[in-house]
């Protein structure tokens, strides 16, 4: 594939500029207008595979690294490096799972319920997915330190390509109080370098953005467009699980918005190269206390509008909600985000794959989670919020029972254990005195520990009393 990059260029999404760049270029933004950048391809110069199934057949040959990889076995419709240039743990290695137990409680008919488990990633996240390309272009472009702004994933994710593959030194931001501790110790573990801001996400990820800009540090949060290339092949991965048919419904959770605008991009690519004859509605779910999306999507119409976006509007509510000190507030720390940095390219995956957006809050999703995990999956609670989100469409009746839906769970469970421990624990603590802070009285699916005597006949007693 040495002709890969050749055939491979950064392109601004403003249809009113459409300026192009070479993949060799470090940009995070288009020069010329400022907008966000997609990594293009001209395909008439690329060996297209004439069917999805010939990308399969890569798997039989999972003893080069580039196969075994669930990213780089998709690489012709990632084609933007040459095979020598890719950087790769082994991600992808995941599962899609029909669920009976999560069908019941969404309202759908049978196993229709499918999980797409991306905790079983190298770092316990979607997030290896993206930040394999990231690293393969770095390592093009010859970066020597690279930095993210983090919820944790990202920073967890960054620093495990980082100690794995030794290309570059990493620093990444995050938000005081603002990070899990199962994913700050991944950080610190693989050895990145650690800086708290005094503020939130958004805080952030304004710095690492000032700071990569000033010191030429190469940046690896989802305004990076190679990011959302590996996002794509989660797609890829659920189309082969599922013997190349499309399913009725994608359901994702929203944050940055990273995940559904690769998915709109992976679902518009595969059309056009006519490899799929149709594409899924996608469903993007927000958190109720971080609800941009929600707000402006449903709330004030803001639409795609083929790219010409209303940015009068964008920015007078971002001013709004400065003015007014607000701060996305959430237990599902993935996506706690106020200010989504590919809110433009997820209006174009709404537009493309004619999508809804709805928000759930936290209790919602904090059950929805124990229903997951009670069916054999262990997921953080941002990644809960799709099944919430896909219970909350069947209610309203925009999902029908029939459909086939596939539900992203986006992280591990032990990539934030003190929720789980919380949810299902009665004594005080600090996951419960959030649940209280929002009016959550009472979870619906508690299993917290019993105590019991060390007594033999007193623990036969309670082991009995669970079949009573």
Not at 191 to 205: K, R, S
């Given at each position: ?38 990594i ?11 069917s ?15 196969d ?14 040459s095979?020598?240039q ?22 759908l ?9 991306e ?11 993206g ?10 472009v ?8 983090s ?13 794995a ?17 199962g994913?700050?110790s ?23 953005r ?20 590996g ?7 659920v ?8 399913p ?11 995940n ?48 010409r ?26 996506i706690?985000?106020?200010?989504p ?10 537009d ?14 904090l ?37 086939r ?47 019991v ?12 009393s669970?079949?009573?």
């Open positions: 594939m040495s002709a890969a990059t050749d055939s491979a260029f950064q392109i601004c999404i403003n249809p009113d500029c459409r300026s192009t760049f070479s993949v060799d270029d470090t940009l995070v933004a288009c020069p010329e207008c400022g907008s966000l950048l997609d293009g391809y001209d395909w008439d110069r690329l060996p297209v595979p004439s999805l199934s010939e990308l399969e057949a890569r798997w039989s040959n999972r003893r080069n690294p580039l075994f990889s669930g990213v780089w076995r998709f690489r012709q419709l990632l084609p933007f490096a095979d020598e890719i950087v790769t743990i082994g991600e992808g290695q995941t599962i899609l799972r029909a669920s009976d137990s999560v069908s019941k409680y969404i309202g008919n049978g196993a229709n319920a499918l999980l797409q488990y905790g079983l990633n190298p770092s316990g996240s979607f997030k290896d997915n930040m394999t390309a990231a690293s393969t272009h770095a390592r093009m010859g970066a020597k330190f690279a930095a993210c702004a919820t944790g994933n990202t920073s967890a994710s960054l620093a495990i390509y980082s100690s593959a030794q290309l570059f030194r990493v620093v990444v931001f995050v938000g005081s109080g603002k990070i899990a501790f994913k700050l991944q950080a610190l573990d693989y050895g990145a370098h650690t800086l708290q801001i005094q503020g939130d996400f958004d805080d952030a990820l304004k710095q690492v000032d700071v990569c800009q000033r010191e030429k540090i190469y940046l690896c949060n989802r305004v990076n467009p190679f990011r959302l290339e996002q794509k092949t989660i797609m890829f991965r189309l082969e699980a599922l013997a190349w048919e499309v009725d419904w994608i359901v994702v959770p929203g944050g940055n918005l990273g559904s605008s690769a998915f709109g991009k992976a679902f518009a690519e595969l059309k056009q190269l006519g490899l799929i004859d149709r594409v899924p509605r996608l469903a993007v779910i927000n958190a109720a206390g971080a609800n941009t999306l929600s707000q402006l999507y449903n709330n004030q119409s803001l639409r795609w509008n083929e790219g976006t209303d940015d009068e509007l964008i920015n007078g509510y971002f001013a709004e909600m400065d003015a007014a000190g607000h701060r996305a507030n959430t237990l599902a720390s993935a706690e985000i106020n200010r940095v590919n809110l433009k390219k997820c209006l174009r995956a709404l493309t794959c004619d999508g809804v957006v709805r928000e759930v809050p936290d209790d919602a999703i059950d929805a989670k124990a229903q997951i995990g009670a069916g054999g999956f262990g997921c953080e609670p941002a990644s809960a919020a799709s099944v919430a989100g896909a219970k909350l469409l069947r209610e309203e009746g925009v999902i029908a029972p029939s459909d839906v596939v539900c992203i769970l986006t992280g591990h469970q032990l990539k934030d254990p003190d929720a789980t421990v919380g949810y299902h624990q009665s004594s005080p603590g600090q996951i419960a005195d959030k649940l209280a802070s929002r009016g959550i009285q009472a979870v619906q699916f508690p299993n917290a520990p019993q105590a005597e060390n007594d033999l006949d007193r623990i036969l007693d309670v082991i009995r669970f079949n009573a």
